[in-house]
């Protein structure tokens, strides 16, 4: 028994070593699984220990390696492998090019042969092109900041269910009511009132700023300047071929002012996209930015050059832990544009909006939207 | 007989068919006292197995249903203020009115609604099954709540003190992870992770459950079902669709599939809108196998 003993905790100790957390509790709870009649058979021992020690459906796997390297690979588990999605290893730099001079309405297909003159060759190397985003006019400016901020408070104000109680509201508050009318000797003089508290939302949004979105990425840097203003708790990062947190660049008085400091720290404008890297990095870097009262924005044409199952991965994992993964796409805007790309197949089971975002009106649609 | 071997059998006579990992999973909960957290994809029989659990244990099940704002005073207790109020002008009218007296009556265990928590620590006789169900629909914040209970069985209504479970009370918690669950509370759960069954076993769990169904019928819709979850469909179907399919074709009289009964009743099977359209495709393109016509 003692070598058992021993054998589970280095088996704990390995499964920590894997990145599993596995705390003393854990540990007593599997010798002491043991002790219950789960040393017949290896089987037995396998499904108890795995019963105890595991916590989610991703550790299955690992903890079935480290069983493995510990009491010997004799027979597969009971029931075979689990089949879980589990995280792919990570994609071989595939110079798949993105588009430059995608846009012009119309001229859109589905990746044809004679799209290929159009495409910029290996863009996975950021292409560094530091510019100017201030072409749109004042009153435009104005409108995109008035329609985000709809937009922003439409994300992010949302009665919650739970009630706060006080002098007014729409129900009354039984509880409260009766407490005090106990001090009148039970003659109900002041009705206490309830009323729901607000939610408070968070939105993450990630912008696309690779070179296939060159054409939007101005707009869209509008709209995410113009969502930071607008709710407390907005977080926003840019990406292409890396990921790049910039909530507190954006906070800036002025919308130019932001630009300034954009170009001065992001770097990677322009060059190739890898979504799901980017994505991956987000979730590992920032776990608990999200949860379930966050809502993630997106903001892509989904054209990725990393390996589609990722991106699927990736965006399950986002699905999971937030209220609500919006997609604006602004390739979507255009007449007989279908979200064929891999990418994009990969990630639109794992969207609960899917929307336009490539002009005026199509943000004003997407509030219509949201409203519904 | 062990108990594992003993439970795998009781599970079987209560029509419930398990496997090893499912009894051993209960036999640990059982014996280390522990919550036993349940996951899995949508109907491969979460909720059964405590309903199961109850009654091979001759208990009873107090089950907490989950949903997006439960609070404490749906989960916990809240008092009866109709009846309190009520009470209260009684009182008044038979004169006595001391206020001091009337708080302690109308604060008593008789005024207390008890809601499934503390129906389950207040519980008399043997320890109840308590199923948590579907607890990723639940906030946040009433994870954290229920962690509290779950680690003392212990509950504090101020106005009438402490009530601490005599018994712990076997706890079972379903997960369909529509959103992550907290680490501490996984951290205090055994956990079960329940995959779709395969071939064999659906095969026996439509047997057991829909009697109805031919041999060779059985066999033909497990085999379709199992194949359609290889397909990608937004809405993948579970083991209860398939026992609701089967039982559909049961009383259809339906001795073997043909294209024909199959687009009638695939309504029970795939339920999304989507999702018919691409089976309806793959049927037509004779990539199914739904039988001769």
């Known amino acids: 028994m003692s070598d058992l003993v021993q054998r589970v905790v280095g088996l704990c100790r390995d499964l920590r070593a894997r990145g599993m957390t596995v705390t003393t509790a854990h540990a007593i709870d599997a010798v002491r699984a043991l002790h219950f009649g789960a040393l017949q058979s290896r089987e037995r021992t396998y499904l108890s220990l795995r019963c105890v020690l595991v916590g989610r459906p991703e550790e299955l796997e690992i903890f079935d390696e480290a069983f493995a390297a510990l009491f010997g690979k004799q027979q597969a588990p009971a029931e075979g492998p689990v089949r879980v999605h589990r995280r792919s290893p990570p994609p071989e730099q595939a110079a798949v090019p993105s588009l430059s001079s995608w846009g012009q309405p119309g001229d859109e297909g589905e990746g044809g042969e004679d ?16 510019k100017d985003f201030s072409a749109f006019s004042a009153a435009e400016l104005d409108e995109i900041r008035r329609i985000s901020a709809r937009i922003a408070r439409r994300l992010a104000a949302r009665p919650s269910r739970r009630w706060k109680s006080g002098r007014r509201g729409p129900r009354v508050d039984l509880r409260r009511t009766l407490r005090r009318s106990l001090s ?43 969502l930071q203003g607008t709710v407390a708790r907005v977080e926003s990062f840019v990406f292409s071929t890396s990921l790049r947190r910039v909530t507190d660049l954006l906070k800036q008085p002025d919308y130019a002012a932001a630009l300034r400091g954009l170009s001065a720290e992001v770097h990677d404008w322009s060059g190739g996209t890898r979504i799901g890297a980017c994505l991956a990095d987000f979730n590992r870097d920032y776990p608990a930015m999200i949860d379930g009262r966050t809502v993630a924005v997106i903001l892509s044409d989904g054209w990725d050059t990393g390996d589609p199952a990722i991106l699927g991965a990736e965006m399950e994992s986002l699905r999971i832990r937030s209220r609500r993964v919006i997609w604006l796409n602004p390739l979507l805007g255009s007449p007989g544009y279908e979200p064929l790309t891999q990418g994009m197949q990969a990630a639109l089971p794992h969207v609960s909006v899917f929307a336009p975002a490539h002009n005026l009106s199509a943000l004003r649609a997407l509030e219509r939207h949201l409203l519904a | 007989m062990d108990r594992i071997a003993q439970l795998l059998e009781q599970l079987d006579r209560e029509a419930y068919v398990a496997d090893p990992a499912i009894a051993t999973s209960l036999h640990l909960a059982l014996e280390l006292r522990k919550p036993l957290l349940i996951e899995g994809h949508a109907g491969v029989g979460k909720t059964e197995i405590a309903k199961v659990l109850a009654r091979l244990m001759g208990t009873d099940l107090i089950r907490l249903q989950c949903y997006e704002g439960l609070d404490a005073s749906t989960a916990l207790y809240e008092w009866n203020y109709a009846r309190q109020l009520l009470h209260i002008r009684m009182q ?34 043997t320890p109840p099954v308590l199923l948590v169900d579907e607890i990723d629909r639940s906030d946040e914040e009433f994870e954290a709540f229920l962690l509290e209970v779950l680690s003392d069985f212990q509950v504090t209504v101020p106005e009438l003190g402490t009530i601490v479970a005599r018994e712990r009370p ?83 009289h339906a001795s073997h599939l043909t294209p024909e009964i199959v687009s009638e009743t695939l309504g029970c099977l795939v339920k999304d809108e989507a999702d018919l359209r691409k089976v309806r495709g793959e049927m037509a393109a004779g990539r199914l196998p739904v039988g001769a016509a």
């Open chain 2, 170 to 252: 076997h706890v079972i918690l379903t997960s369909n992870r529509s959103r992550e669950l907290s680490d501490a509370l996984r951290r205090r759960c055994l956990y079960l992770w329940i995959d779709y069954p395969p071939f064999e076993k659906e095969l026996s769990i439509v047997r057991r459950k829909v009697p109805g169904a031919s041999e060779a019928l059985a066999a033909q819709v497990v085999g379709l079902v199992q194949r359609l979850r290889t397909a990608k469909l937004s809405k993948v179907p579970g083991v209860s669709e398939t026992l609701d399919w089967a039982a559909a074709l049961a009383v259809l």
């Open chain 1, 115 to 130: 799209e290929q003159e159009e495409i910029k060759a290996a863009s996975d190397a950021a292409a560094v092109a530091q």
């Open chain 1, 184 to 226: 009148n000797g039970g003659e109900t003089l002041d009705l206490r009132f309830r009323r729901r508290k607000p939610r408070k939302t968070r939105i993450v949004a990630l912008c696309d700023v690779s070179g296939s979105m060159d054409l939007y990425s101005q707009f869209l840097l509008q709209f995410l300047y113009a």
């Open chain 2, 92 to 125: 008044e009218k038979d004169g006595h009115a001391a206020p001091g007296a009337a708080e302690a009556q109308i604060f008593s265990e008789a005024f207390l609604l008890k809601r499934p928590l503390l129906q389950a620590i207040a519980h008399k006789g």
